[in-house]
């Protein structure tokens, strides 16, 4: 059944006063909503209570998807923490991808072990200074977590103190990514108050520039500035955050002065601001044709074949992204250059079957406004290839669960393919190992395994790029997914925001240097 709220479909080829009005009508819905902002109530004495001062007020960020944690660091909330500027790592990437210090200095491998040095002078926001026990207890909580963070998919890692400022950590199994593995947002390192109960509240935990100070379920977040960061004071007073799921509200937010920062200004909304306050970024998001292969029409691998066949990748970009997405030829995309360079045909064992009017369910979530068009789109070429489609779209809240549970024998996914280690080979696992966490096309083929394993293991470098596409390829040949285009992230920014982070792994977006004018 199709369910779509019709605040979320704005006329992408209607005149452009249409388009014009939705916007002003999503404004006048968000009018207020950063109202009265500042610090959170009671605040007065906290160490983060920094005063405004010449460095400019504080930042309104309208962002796309609330919480669906309680932002857990041990959930995908962790990136929010991270774009805040409120919980840190032991090891931070740089834009190529390299492992750099954060609250570790320094690292050395013996073996299956690896040592951290920590970084001296650091506390935490509630004033305990950071510690090798501090560490142990973070890394510890979220190697038992079930399920654990998929960063750890597949990985088994213990880490102890072996003295004030030193830690050791191993695993079951050599692996040279684990400095890369520990700049994960859900590897962040909180004060033992994070630690009380059965859930982790990073609320006044982190060690960040930004103090987390209040969390108001899926409607809003405060953050203020924390003077005693050990990189230096932060620019900026203190961010106020909103949850804005609908993509023309965040665009009216930003044109009508009610946000500072929009985080993911759809693609539809993007021809209606003014080109000075949106920044285009190719990133490692691509947005994939999953396909059910335990269950459903999809367990047979000539419908699957049949279903890839019929999908016309190009006229998604064209037609749903405007030109503002780059058209797939594998899982990984312009983001990753070198994917290109060095990926080489994939062979398809299985010929298409006529699908005779097989009824699939196709799945997506509105959050991201440009995924229910697309969906629609594929229903018509999936029909026109003779399958009969039944759409499902909801809030991804809503969904998620029931897609990692397999009960949608399709389902549209807009699915970040570097987000944790700056490494795809994690992102593939999670996605396509029989064990992995976020396996929505239920995929469980011993070729594709070992092909993920010998990626995983293989050392950082050419070599280790090449069995990342193998890898790629053993998965591309079951037709267990299909690689449709590689998103472009667009941020919008006011005209009086300066230095805000333009990340196209989305862990960054309001640093200590962030500010306005």
Known sequence: MFRLPETRRTPRRGPLTTALALTTAAATLLTGCFAGSGGAPGSEGRPGNGGDTASGGRIRVAMMQPPRSGLSPLSDDAFKLSRWSTAETLVRLDPDGNAVPALATAWQRTGRTWTFTLREGVTFHD?????????????????????????LDGVELTTRATGPGTVTVTTAADDPLVPQRLSSPQLSILAAKAYRGRTVNPVGAGTGPFVLVRADGTASATL??????????????????????????????????????????????????????????????????????RRGPFKDPALRA?????????????????????????????????????????RHPVAPAAPRGTTVTLGTFTDRAELPEAAQLLQQQLQKAGFTVELDIREYAHIEADALAGKFDAFVLSRATVLDSGDPAAYLYSDFASDGSFNISQLAAPAVDRALTTAAGTPAGDARRRAVLDAEAAVLATDAAVPMLHERVIQGEAAHVVDAAHDPRERELVTARTHLR
């Open 224 to 293: 203020d500035r924390y003077d005693r960061y050990w990189g230096g004071r932060p620019k900026a007073p203190g961010i106020d955050v909103r949850y804005v799921p609908d993509g023309t509200a965040r665009a009216a937010a930003l044109r009508s002065g009610e946000a500072d920062i929009v985080e993911a200004v759809p693609v539809s909304q993007a021809r209606l601001l003014d080109p000075d306050l949106i920044t285009e970024v190719p990133m490692p998001r691509t947005n994939t044709l999953y396909l059910n292969t």
């Open 306 to 346: 049949a279903a890839r066949r019929a999908v016309d990748a190009r006229a998604l970009v064209t037609g749903v992204y405007e030109g503002r997405a780059d058209l797939a030829h594998g899982l990984l995309g312009p983001a990753l250059p070198w994917a290109a360079e060095l990926r080489r045909p994939v």
């Open 127 to 151: 004033g305990t200074p950071l510690t090798a026990e501090a560490v142990v207890r973070s890394l510890t909580t979220a190697a038992r977590a079930a399920p654990k963070p998929r960063i």
